[in-house]
């Protein structure tokens, strides 16, 4: 004990405490709280037993249950419609601002911090600003489409059952093209310009540099942009809440939103972790997918 004392007074233990405190803080306010869910999942839970680690053992049949349920297909129909369309979105609009302001020009850094201020905006703020946008009597996009003669009636984006899931993946795509364009950024600003430039004098055009050079070199980086769209996509609840809360009939209900319901609207606390759970799964291995592209990216 007194050596440990005397590192730490000498300044040579000051590493221990940089890791340690941050590890110990994650276990108490992260792994506690995951450890409890995966009880929960595999334990029989109600409102008298939340308190208490030891509950009557289920097994896997919660998971059974969970998946006996006539609406889970359609819900986890829904997840994989919101993380594709969203992430597809994102990126594709991101990476086209990230190489519009590849090329510097007058007010680039202004403009950029216009597009930045939907990224550090809450999630429930962008929602209730898209329900304003999304409304079917007032709305903007209801003006603007029909300024434009794309439609010649009011669609109600957010009550409709079949445009109220994409009302939601419209509202999520513009919350994080941001992030990506930032990243993707990041990315090409560290492709060195000479290989343009050798490309260039060989007569390539535009296209063959972006296929040849512009993709290979920002691989890693855009497989720890998916994989982070991934997760966030993952966790996304605000914009649910804020816009549909689920419905109509679940038509925009998705995995995370229904863990919610089912524990804090419907008290099946099991099946929400249960779930939870397998969220857990997905983003685990999003993580991982992402700690190998910048693995990759460091070594490269």
């Known amino acids: 004990m007194k050596r440990i004392l005397s590192s730490l007074t000498d300044g040579k233990g000051f ?3 940089l890791v340690g405190l941050p590890l110990v803080f994650l276990l108490l306010l992260s792994g506690l709280p995951l450890v409890y869910n995966v009880l929960m999942s595999v334990q029989q839970v109600d409102m008298f037993s939340m308190g208490s680690f030891i509950r009557p053992f289920a ?12 609406e889970t ?7 994989a419609i919101f993380v594709v369309a969203s992430i597809t979105g994102q990126f594709l609009i991101g990476f086209g601002l990230a190489l519009f302001f590849w090329v510097n020009f007058p007010g680039a850094s202004w403009l950029r911090g ?3 201020a939907s990224w550090v905006m809450p999630g429930l703020v962008a929602g209730a600003i898209w329900n304003w946008i999304l409304s079917g009597d007032f709305g903007v996009l209801n ?3 029909k300024e434009l003669g794309i439609i010649h009636a009011n669609i109600f984006w957010r009550s409709d059952p079949h445009y109220s899931l994409w009302a939601v993946v419209l509202a999520n795509i513009w919350l994080g093209t941001a992030f990506n364009m930032i990243l993707l950024s990041v990315g090409l600003s560290g492709i060195p310009k000479d290989l343009y430039e050798a490309s260039e004098l060989d007569g390539a055009n535009v296209w063959q540099r972006f296929w040849t050079i512009t993709l290979p070199m920002m691989r890693s980086t855009i ?9 966030f996509t993952l966790q996304q609840f605000d914009l649910f809440a804020a816009i549909t809360d689920g419905g109509p009939n679940n038509s925009s209900n998705v995995a995370q939103f229904w863990a919610w319901d089912l524990s804090f609207r419907q008290y099946d606390f099991a099946k ?3 779930i939870s ?3 857990i799964v997905f983003v685990m291995f999003a993580s991982i997918v992402y700690v190998r592209s910048t693995r990759h990216e460091v070594r490269g």
Do not use: E, H, S, W
């Open 15 to 17: 590493d221990l405490v």
């Open 59 to 70: 097994g896997f049949q919660n998971y059974v249950d969970l998946f006996k349920l006539p």
């Open 73 to 79: 297909r359609g819900i986890l129909m829904n997840t």
């Open 114 to 116: 216009l597009f930045l």
């Open 143 to 145: 003006f603007l489409l």
């Open 223 to 231: 497989g720890a942009v998916v994989a982070l769209g991934l997760i």
């Open 272 to 274: 929400g972790a249960t």
């Open 277 to 279: 759970v397998i969220m």
